[in-house]
């Protein structure tokens, strides 16, 4: 069966989503333990209580991953595939880092969550390459963390590429990846490459995809929900690992990951295929840099206000959250798409020149970074 159209505006409101919720999760939880202020004074315990599961929002951003990427993949060489990525997230990461470091150089913190240590120019620079956590070098905002894994799975997924894409290596890759996410301890070197705890999302969104452009069979189905019931341990894990300084009940973590599996199965069938919403790309398209934007941006922009103002908690955190957006959409706007076409185009071809100098056209894409061919560069 010929692979559906790959217009998907509803991948770009679930990456909206999920942004939303880490941030809310973020924010919330950083009031909370910032040591200065109790919580229970701003924000009642069972508001936190429900923002903790916001860090699940990873979780599903590397589903997607897995399910943008094997699409993307389809058909290029591993150059254009990697030069893809470049072009994606290095220039708004490299803005976002700078506006960060400039922020909190500007508007110190001496509690709370401070930086970790006085970053040095160097240490700037290592984390302009997104090689900060292999380098082991402190990140200038914590949610850099995931992009070390965005990274080797694009290096590992290139690599299937360079021998050609089919179903039969994305299903072999996903059956042994998932199999080594379980055998594999996490003290060993070679969990950097196999990723233990975050595997069965990536391999997830792999098989959703060939579900969606080969006729369903029985093997991705298997390895479908051999993913999920890995997923459902691992979630279970990061719950039991969380130390909030309040109990956080397993079961609604173990209910979110499967609607998240459930949504992306019902976007992979096709039944969002009609949606016309082109709002949602231009959500998809400010969810990356606000993701990088918004963790020590947003919590000195709340502390400072509070100080000041003495405002309610959840009122400053809602307009953070919609100053960070437009913050998010300048970014995308000034940086990301003069940037990204030339980048693409100098990794894959050496040369600046070529078709994708050519301006690109406000977002009316299904996916956050979709060029207008219709291939996904999320």
């Known amino acids: 069966m010929a692979a559906k159209k790959d217009r998907l505006l509803a991948l770009d409101g679930l990456r909206l989503l999920c942004a939303l919720a880490v941030s809310a999760y973020h924010l919330g939880l950083a009031w909370s333990i910032d040591g200065v202020h109790p919580t229970s004074s701003y924000l009642p315990p069972r508001v936190d209580s429900v923002l903790i599961y916001g860090f699940l929002g990873v979780e599903v951003f590397f589903m997607i991953s897995g399910f943008v990427i094997c699409m993307s993949g389809w058909g290029r060489t591993a150059r254009a ?70 990274l080797r799975f694009y290096l590992l997924f290139a690599v299937v590429i360079q021998f050609g894409l089919t179903r039969a290596r994305i299903l072999t890759l996903g059956a042994a990846w998932l199999a080594a996410s379980v055998v594999v301890p996490t003290t060993v070197p070679l969990a950097q490459l196999v990723m ?135 970014v995308h706007r000034l940086v990301e798409r003069p940037l990204g076409p030339p980048l693409r185009c100098l990794i894959a071809t050496g040369t600046l020149r070529g078709p994708s100098t050519a301006p690109t056209p406000a977002p009316q894409l299904t996916l956050a970074g979709e060029s207008p061919t219709g291939r996904a560069t999320i």
């Open 196 to 330: 233990p705890q975050y595997a069965p999302y990536f391999i997830a969104g792999m098989t959703l995809y060939l579900i969606r452009r080969h006729c369903p069979s029985p093997a991705p189905w298997m390895l479908l929900a051999a993913a999920w019931v890995v997923s459902l341990v691992r979630v279970r894990e990061r719950v039991l690992s969380a130390n909030p300084g309040f109990p956080v009940p397993i079961w609604p973590a173990l209910i979110i990951i499967t609607a998240a599996y459930a949504t992306l199965l019902v976007i992979a069938l096709g039944a969002t295929d009609r949606w016309t919403w082109r709002r949602l790309a231009v959500g998809g398209a400010v969810s990356y840099p606000f993701y990088l934007l918004h963790p020590r941006i947003g919590f000195t922009m709340i502390r400072y206000a509070y100080d000041r103002t003495g405002l309610p908690v959840p009122l400053l955190m809602a307009a953070t959250i919609l100053t960070l957006l437009g913050a998010a959409w300048s």
């Open 81 to 150: 595939f990697l030069a893809s990525r470049a072009g994606r997230l290095y220039p708004a990461f490299w803005a976002c880092v700078l506006i960060t470091t400039a922020v909190m150089t500007l508007f110190p913190l001496t509690d709370g969550i401070p930086l970790p240590h006085r970053l040095t120019v160097a240490d700037i620079g290592i984390n302009l390459t997104m090689l900060a956590d292999p380098l082991t070098v402190p990140n200038v905002d914590t949610v850099y963390w995931t992009l070390w894994y965005e």
